[in-house]
Every structure is written in C-alpha cells, then in structure tokens.
C-alpha cells in the first residue's frame, strides 16, 4: 500500500507543479500566488509521500487531495485532475489494504 500511495503522491506533486505555468499564462493568476500554491502543494506530495511509513500520512494525502481539488478555483482543470487523482489515491489505499490482507501463498 505504501509504494502504491507514494506513487500516486509523486505522480500528483508533478501535475501541480505542472499547474504554475498554467495558472499564470492562462487564467492570469497572480505569478506569486501560483508560485507559492503550486509549490507548497507540489512539496507537500513529496514530503508526505517520504512519510507514509506513518499511519497519519495516509490523513495528510487524504487532506493534500482535498487541497489539490480546490486549486481548481485557480485553473479549473484542476478540479478533473483532482479527482482523478483523488480517486487514484483511494483506489491504491483500498487495493492495498486488500493484497496486504490476502493470505500468503
């Protein structure tokens, strides 16, 4: 479950920090603001995936999920990538829970 959610994390701090340039050239957010948002989020995804050897990890990408969708109010397609990414992300916690119950062979 762990590499499962790291992955997601990993993959996710990349969307949002792809997001900045965005965010400035298209929807004409302030360069700052968009600077610091994309990039606190995009840190935040790799420092919590580092960390998931934690149980409250696993809250804290939950709750870095909820963030990522709300950036959508500064690029709209956000919203899409944050539920698609939302959803990756209680996909790989169930689908872990899942093989790492599944008795050995």
Do not use: N
């Amino acid at each position: 479950m762990k590499r499962l959610c790291a992955v997601v994390l990993t993959l996710q701090a990349v969307v949002t920090a792809l997001s900045i340039p965005v965010a400035i050239s298209v929807t004409h957010t302030d360069a700052t603001t968009a600077g610091f948002t994309g990039g606190a989020l995009a840190v935040l995804g790799v420092i919590i995936a580092g960390l998931l050897r934690y149980r409250w990890a696993y809250i804290a990408g939950s709750v870095l999920q909820i963030l990522v969708i709300a950036t959508g109010f500064m690029v709209t397609a956000m919203f899409i990538l944050g539920i698609i990414f939302a959803a990756l992300w209680a996909t790989a916690i169930w689908l872990g829970r899942r093989v790492e119950g599944a008795p050995a062979r």
